[in-house]
């Protein structure tokens, strides 16, 4: 049973340096990936704050945006999925973006670059297939949806990042936040999902093992698992999707209208005409009536997903994520609270397993973000 | 020294027995950041979950080997739970227990039983 379990899990182009470097596998999203290696999640949450990690992220989706037309006709379609200004994304940059269903919830989140002539996307992993189907629904008459089947991809994040990249790949060092690039056969933006700067490399499948060498052969760079992935995007205040963030969550209510700029907003150029706009557009003027908040727990017990904030016996709010910050020596987490609770130094109650535990609403990150801007 | 299958240790002293989870359980586990330790005086029984190691990833319980009393718990692992992960069979110890029925440690693993059920 175990082993046909295994046999059904997708491998990692990686898989067999994974094992190499004697990485504890886990399923996660159909794939078997690297939990953590041998010096534990701690250690390697530290090394990627003070030097720099490497990720193998392959199992999230790589797509192409063919335009059939030109760039404009595509941009103004893609606007209808997300409420995100897709227009303005010059050549060579790259933008968060989120695509939501006609009830204003949140389908997923996802990174989209301008490569002048196309749009390179890269999503969630477990999202992939539907994001593909809705792409393909939505996009059809205006682009070729392409699934990038043949790369693999991988984040190197922590503050050596740009000299390590930099030794391999001479020009990147000169890229700031969101930039993207191609160099040869690699596409790399500057961006990634630890708070840290660093970059997201696309990497074709018949050159990834010896370009994963080369990065490991510099000794600032250490092999980082989902472990400390999970507890360097949680410190840094971003959001999980299946677990901040979900198709019940508007992008208001998840705190994310910052990635709603002024052009789509109410009194904006092009105001509106996403899905779901009605609620996202209301919420935005009448105030949801929950939030996505930073949450710091009393004490030293972690206060893990779906451990419920209570007041007066009845259940306010939830932790979506959550787990102990290394860097930060402390438990943290973040979960939805009613919004007239959200301020910054707010004093709640969570239940954790049946005791009353004290938790305070806190400003996000917990630890500040370092991108290269 | 006895081992459930939950992967306790537990070393026997006349009636008292003191218990830890094992190097395989420790290594599972990771990083240990927080331990709830039982409280003194409370009676348990075979099953109940009485302490919780957070570590890094994830909870686990650890559950009561036998019935009994909990006469002492190591306060150590308050201030430094790392303790567990660094010498689990040794200063990593959680609590002492007062067993009510000393044969009740015969149901349970011996050493050699215990690499089996590991391996």
């Known amino acids: 049973m175990a082993e046909l379990m295994t046999n059904a899990l997708q491998q990692l182009p990686l898989a067999a340096l994974h094992h190499e470097l004697g990485a504890k596998m886990c399923p996660f999203a159909g794939y078997e990936m690297p939990i953590n290696y041998p010096a534990g999640v701690m250690k390697e949450h530290i090394h990627t704050r003070t030097h720099a990690g490497l990720f193998d992220v392959s199992h999230m989706g790589q797509v192409l945006l063919q335009p059939k037309g030109d760039m404009e006709t595509l941009a103004l379609a893609f606007e209808r999925l997300m409420p995100v200004d897709v227009l303005a994304v ?7 973006g989120l695509l939501t269903n006609e009830d204003g919830g949140i389908l997923d989140d996802l990174m989209f670059a301008n490569r002048d002539d196309h749009y390179y996307v890269v999503v969630n ?86 370009f994963a060498h080369s990065l490991l052969a510099d000794t600032r760079v250490q092999p980082i698992g989902l472990g400390a992935r999970d507890s360097l995007r949680l410190e840094a205040g971003l959001c999980l999707y299946g677990h901040d963030i979900d198709t019940t969550t508007s992008p208001v209510e998840a705190n994310l209208t910052w990635a709603i700029q002024k052009a789509r907003r109410t009194g904006g150029a092009r105001e509106g005409g996403f899905a779901g706009a009605d609620r996202i557009l209301r919420e935005m003027r009448d105030g949801p009536s929950r939030l996505r908040a930073g949450l710091l727990p009393d004490g030293r017990a972690p206060l893990r997903e779906g451990v419920e904030l209570i007041e007066n016996e009845q259940v306010i709010g939830r932790i979506t994520s959550g787990g102990f910050g290394p860097t930060l020596e402390r ?42 801007r | ?34 331990v709830e330790l039982p409280e003194l005086e409370t009676m348990v029984s075979t099953g109940d979950e009485i302490a919780v190691i957070e570590s890094v990833k994830a909870a686990s319980e650890i559950l009561a080997p036998l019935n009994g009393e909990i006469i002492e718990v190591n306060a150590e692992l308050t201030d430094n739970p790392a303790l567990v992960g660094e010498d689990p069979l040794g200063a990593g ?27």
């Open chain 1, 90 to 96: 010059k050549p060579g940059r790259q933008r968060y």
């Open chain 1, 125 to 210: 992993a477990a999202c992939k297939t539907a994001d593909l189907a809705h792409l393909r629904a939505h996009l059809s008459d205006v682009a070729d949806v392409i699934e990038v089947t043949d790369r693999a991809l991988l984040a190197l994040q922590g503050p050596d990042a740009e000299a390590v990249l930099e030794a391999i790949v001479p020009g990147t060092a000169a890229m700031r936040f969101m930039d993207v690039g191609v160099f040869g056969d690699l596409w790399i933006s500057r961006s990634g999902y630890t708070g840290e700067d660093g970059f997201e490399i696309s990497v074709p499948l018949d050159q990834v093992t010896a």
């Open chain 1, 331 to 372: 438990p943290v987490a973040m979960g939805y609270v009613p919004t007239a609770k959200a301020t910054v130094g707010t004093e709640l109650t969570a239940s954790l397993r049946g005791r009353a535990q004290g938790v305070s609403v806190a400003d996000m990150p917990f630890f500040p973000n370092r991108y290269k």
């Open chain 2, 1 to 34: 020294m006895k081992y459930t299958e939950d992967h306790e240790w537990l070393r026997v002293d006349g009636d008292v027995i003191t218990v830890g989870i094992t190097e395989f359980a420790a290594e599972q586990l990771g990083d240990v950041v927080f």
């Open chain 2, 93 to 119: 110890w959680f609590f002492k227990m007062k067993v009510d029925d000393l044969s009740t440690l015969d149901g349970l693993m011996d050493e050699e039983e215990y690499q089996n059920h590991i391996a």
